[in-house]
């Protein structure tokens, strides 16, 4: 049964993912994330899960790669400069087929950078997880609503791809408590159910014959296939894409924003269409896959202008937005990073700004 | 076969009978025999898995039939973590080297001892870096030279050999703690009956035992496998003294 309750986006992670069948977490403290393990200790003994606190970050995604080997449903989390060192892991599972889901909890950056919220992960996210060139599914959530949804979710994208997902958030929808309705708790037959379903590779000791292997790379000239493989799989994506599309049939001045971002510009846009101006947002749900179709066919008669709306300074998903539009459309940008937020006023301003020199 | 023969020995179906690919006169074939041996007198051959590490012990990979996951180097502590907890009924080993287990994986070695995790650490060590090439390690001696230290470890600049199972030896959580070796027939019977022992304490659920063997590399020591086998016992063993620091039974 669905269940309305009213909780903090990390705690609202934990428990979505236990929903979803969850059994094993390992994670390693860091500001604004630390709910997210805590949860797990309380909640994972109570349906026979595993909660481990690594030694460090780097530790913690090698247990989780560890745990997803044996076909369990695992998870971890961390935040920004506790994610860069997920890199070597997160490379190994991508490369190991490994369905492993994760949680990024952004904060300012770079380097230990601030614990407060910011999007500054969003190439490493979407473009370079680790080394090698692999690609993952990034969700990224707007409401804690979203993250529960699509941490629930995420389990299953992953095992269908045997690839690892990675939930994109920050720390404003960490810490913030929202109502949420949850999703059904998996009951034990269900999980043994999905388990059993990875039994075709889950290394946990088979009779001689029937070996089962783990395999980040190889020895020998197999390993250019095992790339090509990957690649079609990317390459069926496409389905996967997902975008709001806010006020936007007859939009000319259109808000770029996903994540806690778009929240904020979506007020925005309401106050805008209030003053008769027409404002419009997109918001990427998939960062990667990016909606860049939807970018693409942005008709430069109709939409005199974007706003590229990140937390983050230098802008990073204005890469994505550029390639998608060519240069068709004006591109402005509206940023914060470093910890300090977006205000209401400052992308009001920024719209404003936009809108002066294109309208 | 005659009827008045019977098989009294066979070679352990965990490794393939097409051979291996380490060097001459090297000694990870014979520890991949016991571990073998040891798992088919348990009858847990079908539940054995491995942990492997990155070096010359990756090469391990082409040459056992049971099942195996590769961990990054240095991490196999805290991969074979993850598959012990969430597998608890597979027999979990890793296999490393002293560069991955000492140097790199320094962390996750310790941490999964202090936590006394219920694994089994097969330690190979023979105080150089072999897949790479020669390279120092933290256990390399004082004066024996790598490609990094051409002139020979000096311990103003590099410091002392790292004694790994002195330093577990120190924490609370481990069962066993033994250091042995494979250069000789009773030195290998002895290292079978250890990798026995700590899969034992596994199954029995005991938690942490690691059994560190002290060998050779003929082809990164520069030597040949007589002489190879000299320096071991010589000065190998005079820095790493074989010996039980710890078997609670």
Known sequence: ?359 | MAEDMKKVYARTKAVKESGNSFCPGCMHSTVHKLIGEAAEELGMLDKLVRVEGVGCCGLGQLYVTHDWLIAAHGRAGAVATGVKRSSPDSLVYTYQGDGDLAAIGLAETMSAANRGENITVIFVNNGIYGMTGGQMAPTTLIGMKATTAPAGRNAEEHGYPMHVSEILNQLTAPKMIVRTAVDTPQNVMKTRKYIKKAFQNQIEGKGYSIVEIVTSCPTNWGLGPIESLDFLREKMFAEYPLGEFRMND
């Not at chain 1, 971890?76 to 994610?83: A, E, K, M, P, R």
């Not at chain 1, 949420?180 to 269900?190: G, N, T």
């Not at chain 1, 000239?221 to 069926?236: Q, R, S």
Request: glycine letters at 10%; charged letters at 25%; one cysteine or more.
């Open chain 1, 1 to 359: 049964m669905a269940e309305r309750v009213f909780m903090k986006g990390c705690e609202a992670i934990a428990e979505a993912a236990t929903r979803a069948g969850c059994r094993f977490f390992a994670g390693y403290p860091i500001t604004p994330q630390n709910e997210i393990p805590e949860y797990f200790a309380r909640r994972m003994p109570e349906v026979g899960g595993t909660f481990v606190q690594g030694e460090s970050e780097v530790a913690s995604v090698n247990m989780l790669y560890g745990a997803v080997a044996t076909g369990i449903r695992a998870m971890s989390s961390s935040s920004s400069c506790g994610i860069s060192l997920y890199s070597e892991g997160v490379s190994y599972m991508a490369a190991a087929r490994c369905p492993a889901v994760y949680v990024n909890v952004q904060r300012g950056g770079p380097g230990i950078g601030a614990i407060q919220p910011a999007q500054q992960d969003y190439l490493q996210a979407t473009k370079a997880s680790g080394n090698g060139g692999f690609k993952m599914i990034v969700l990224a959530p707007s409401t804690v609503q979203e993250c529960v949804d699509m941490t629930y979710e995420a389990f299953d994208l992953a095992e269908r791809d045997e690839n690892p997902v990675l939930v994109l958030t920050d720390g404003v929808m960490g810490t913030m408590m929202e109502p949420v309705i949850l999703p059904p708790m998996k009951s034990d037959a269900e999980v043994a159910e999905i388990r059993a379903k990875q039994a075709h590779r889950a290394v946990i000791g088979h009779a001689i014959g029937d070996q089962h292997t783990c395999e980040p790379g190889g020895i020998g000239d197999g390993w250019e296939k095992h790339n090509i493989e990957t690649a079609a799989m990317y390459n069926t994506w496409d389905k996967d894409v997902r975008v709001e599309e806010f006020m936007m049939d007859d939009a000319e001045i259109v808000l770029a924003a996903y994540g806690i971002s778009a929240r904020i510009s979506k007020v925005i846009v309401k106050e805008l269409r209030k003053e008769g101006i027409k404002a419009g947002l997109i918001r990427p749900i998939t960062v990667s896959p990016f909606p860049y179709d939807t970018f693409a066919k942005l008709d430069p008669a109709k939409v005199k202008g974007i706003l590229d709306v990140e937390m983050s300074i230098p802008a990073q998903m204005r890469f994505d937005i550029d390639h998608a539009i060519c240069g068709r459309i004006p591109v402005k940008e509206c940023l914060r990073s470093g910890g300090q937020l977006l205000t209401n006023d400052q992308v009001m301003a920024g719209a404003r700004e936009l809108i002066k020199e294109v309208l």
